[in-house]
Every structure is written in C-alpha cells, then in structure tokens.
C-alpha cells in the first residue's frame, strides 16, 4: 500500500505534558449499573510522600512560584525533589503571520479540556470522564454487535477523539465535544451520550466518527495515535494516523494466537479510519495474546510489547522497518528521551541497546499500565496501590496506598499531570494529586479493563517536551 510520509511535529512548548500506556486480559462479563458518584478526594496513605487537600482543580502555576514543591522521602531511600509546572489553560506561543497577516499561535497539544477514557470491557462499552469535574460525560457502544470487548484506548494529541481497540476486532474513533460530531440526521441537533445511564444504540450516536473492522483478527489489542504534523497557518494538527496491531490464526481456548502467521500492525487516516499500511511481520512471534500495548515515540515511530512472547519490537514510522528486542513484561510505555519503560520498572534506551533495572522495593503486581508524570515519575501498579521511581537515577521514590486494594490495571496521567489508576474489574477510578498524593474518585464503571494512553498524557509528553 502507498507511504505516506509525516514529519514529527516542531513546536515551542513551555508546558510539559505527560505520558501513559498499559494492559490486560481477561474478558469481563456484564455487570451491574447504577449511578457513578464522584465522592471527592480522600487522604492516601502514602510512604515517602506529602499529605494535604486538593481542590478538584489542576495543579497550577502562577510568576515564578509552582503550585507546591514534593519532597518525597521513603525509609532507606533518596529524597528527591521536583516541582509540577502545567496549567490548566495550556500554553501558546507566537510562531509568525502567515501570506494574509493574520498572526497565528502554537500550542502543546491542547488543555482547553481533558478527559479520561476507560474501557468498560464486559459491558462493551468505553466511559468519558471529565478529569477536572470527575463526572461521566458519555458512554458507548464500540461496535455495532456490543461484543467488541473494548480495553486500549488512545486519545489524539489535540485532545478532540479518542481511538478504541475492541479485542474481539476493529478500532472505533470517537469525537470528545459535540461541536466535532456530524449531523447525520440533519435534524439540526448532535444527537450523543450525556452520561452512563444514556448509552445510545450503534448507529444512533453522532459523536462516534467511524469503525473500522478487520475482518477474521483474533486479537486486536495495540492502539496509539501519532502527533501527525502542526499547521502554524490552521493552529491544527494535520495527518494524524492511528497505529494498531492485530493477529489472525485459529483461536484456540484461552489462545487466540492458536495458527496465528505472527503479527500484523497497521497504520490507519485518523481523519476515516482508512487503513494506508499493512506491514506484516512474520517474523514477531504472535506469543500467547499477540501484540499487546503500544506506544509512540517522538519521531512517531510506535513500539508494542508481545504478550507471552518475551520481546518489545519497534516499527519505523518512515521506513515501515521493524527492530525486536528481547525482553517483555506487561505495560510499555515511551518517556520524554525516547525510552521504553515496561511496568516492572525496566528502562530500554534505544541509542545505546542496554536494559536498566529499577533500585529499590517496588514489585509489579500482576501486570499494569506504566506511565511518566510531568516530574519524569514513572508509575506502575504495585501490592495495595500504586508507586514510581526516578526516570533517571532509576531509583524507587514512594508508594500511593489506594482505597481500594485490587489490581489497579489502567495507570495513565492526564495533561494537568495528574495519575490516574483504574481498578480491574471493578467500578472505581481513582485520580492521585501529583504533589499532594490526595486521591479523588470516580465510582459507576462497569467492569473496567483499561490499558493504554487513555487520558492522552504520553503523545502529549513525547510531542511537546523530547529532551534529546
């Protein structure tokens, strides 16, 4: 099929952003609703770290003083020091008049809103929840049979849709605002979901933009959008295509890589879900799930993880080549360098081909999200909650003990910097502060399975802060 080529997006940007991407699998089975309740926040029982209220609002920055400074400090440990620097209104910076004179202005992706989107797999359906309100905005079907059995979810760097992986096949766009909803009745109203208990029937709800099906994939689990590239003259991103990865064979019980001829990633026109590259790849053994997580780097190139496979691989965005790399674990995500991290706490530098192992007590439990923070905290699930270390030094800085004791398989950060920890299979989502450590959560989901950059920090992170 014909390349299309993308240049990685050149912005100014004061304001860093954030990074996620994560796992797991298990089909859910349908459980009981109810009306979701944000109850606020609640003191975390943290080691090494600060207590204190939040406000429901982001942490803000105002002259040349942060919001509050974290001094973290856990037993046997180093203390480390960072400062939050985001803002809820983002950051735009002059670039130029264009050929009409009018002045045009840049910005970091976008922070005008944010959301969260969370996989409610055994319901088939995905929940957007409104970060800075904690309240559920919408909800819908992925796909038209409600058997897609949704789990990764990936949120465009502009903030304006979302991409949905169904692991029973095919990747769905949804718009986030009514305002980029088409009309397809014409009645002159955007006809969508207001909220959990208003789910509309496929077909009927105008903000899902397309579904695109990949007819016979036995497991379709990678999803991350790249940045495409940024128009100064529009002030909008342009060319953004969706990566995704796919396996086909027949699937055995408990395996759907039974026969599978290794996997297939395909690069999709986020504009219509178009698929433009099938890059087959015979070679990356299908594993036991196939391709798992993926995440993109800040030339766009994606990596994924191989579930049961024991290898990371690499596809390059320009050249469609692919590098493998031995070593896997469960979530993988990419930081600000260009680095993959696995939620172990295992730190794969490409430039120099050498793994580093996270210094101090942090076990994984069971398999997680990871993700980078606005500090460069890497976070992944631990025993009792969630905790992170240096992306640096590699050492552990502290633990966040949750409420709620169960797995917390979705860990992502949205791009006011907050952490972000979904509870597999249950019905909470808990938002973590990233200075104080409160915790604020939302409750009315429905079997979550959630993995992935599902709040849109790590597209932002890589695109508007690459330190080199």
């Known amino acids: 099929m014909g390349r299309s080529a993308v240049v990685s997006p050149v912005v100014l940007c004061g304001l860093a952003l954030v990074i996620g991407a994560c796992g797991d699998d298990a089909a859910g089975t349908a459980g009981a609703t109810g009306m ?32 509050s400074a974290s001094s973290s400090t856990t037993s046997g440990e180093p203390t480390s020091t960072s400062t939050s620097t985001s803002t809820s209104n983002g950051v735009k910076f002059d670039v130029g008049v264009d050929d009409v004179g009018e002045s045009c202005q840049t910005k970091c992706g976008n922070t005008d809103w944010s ?43 502009d903030a304006k849709a979302v991409a949905v992986a169904n692991r029973s096949g095919g990747i769905t766009k949804i718009w986030a605002r009514p305002e980029y909803c088409t009309d397809k009745n014409g009645n002159g109203t955007i006809e969508t979901s207001s909220g959990k208990d208003n789910v509309l029937p496929w077909g009927m709800d105008e903000c899902i933009a397309w579904y695109t099906d990949f007819p016979g994939a036995t ?20 060319d953004q295509k969706i990566w995704a990865a796919a396996s086909f064979g027949s699937a055995g019980v408990g395996n759907p890589c039974t026969g599978a001829d290794g996997v297939h990633v395909y690069r999709l026109n986020g504009d219509d879900g178009t698929v433009e590259e099938d890059v087959h790849l015979p070679d990356v053994s299908c594993g036991a799930l196939g391709a798992y997580g993926a995440a993109v780097d800040v030339d766009n190139n994606v990596w994924m993880f191989v579930f049961g496979g024991g290898i990371i691989f690499r596809v390059d965005y320009e050249t469609l080549e692919h590098t493998i790399v031995q ?6 995500t990419v930081d600000t360098k260009s680095r993959v991290w696995l939620d172990d706490g295992s730190r794969y530098d490409p430039v120099t081909q050498t793994w580093a192992l996270q210094v101090g007590d942090l076990p994984p439990n069971g398999g997680s999200g990871v993700a980078q923070d606005l500090q ?12 992170w270390l240096d992306s640096e030094t590699m050492m552990v800085g502290g633990k966040v003990t949750l409420p709620n004791q169960g797995l917390a398989r979705g ?36 079997q979550p399975y959630t993995y992935s950059d599902m709040a849109g920090g790590q597209i932002n992170n890589v695109t508007c802060n690459p330190q080199g």
Not at 413 to 440: K, M
Request: charged share 15%; with cysteine; glycine share 14%.
């Open 36 to 67: 979701g309740t944000s109850t606020g926040t609640t003191e975390a029982v943290t080691t090494g770290s600060p207590t204190g209220t939040t406000t429901g609002l982001p942490p803000t920055t105002s002259g040349g003083d942060s919001d």
């Open 115 to 157: 959301y969260v989107w969370i996989a409610n797999s055994g319901e088939h359906t995905i929940s957007k929840l409104n970060t800075r309100l904690m309240t559920e905005e919408g909800r819908y079907i992925t796909r038209a049979d409600q058997l897609g059995n949704p789990s990764r979810t990936s949120v465009s760097i």
């Open 219 to 238: 497991t379709q689990r990678p999803v991350a959008w790249t940045s495409g590239t940024y128009n100064p003259r529009t002030c909008e991103y342009e």
């Open 327 to 332: 070593k896997g674990f469960y979530g993988i």
């Open 411 to 446: 860990i992502g950060v949205d791009v006011d910097g907050y952490i972000w920890a979904v509870i597999l299979g249950g019905t909470v989502a808990y938002r973590i502060h990233p200075e104080t450590f409160e915790i604020a959560e939302y409750n009315g989901l429905n």
């Open 376 to 387: 460069g905290r890497i976070w992944h699930a631990t025993n009792g909650g969630i905790g």
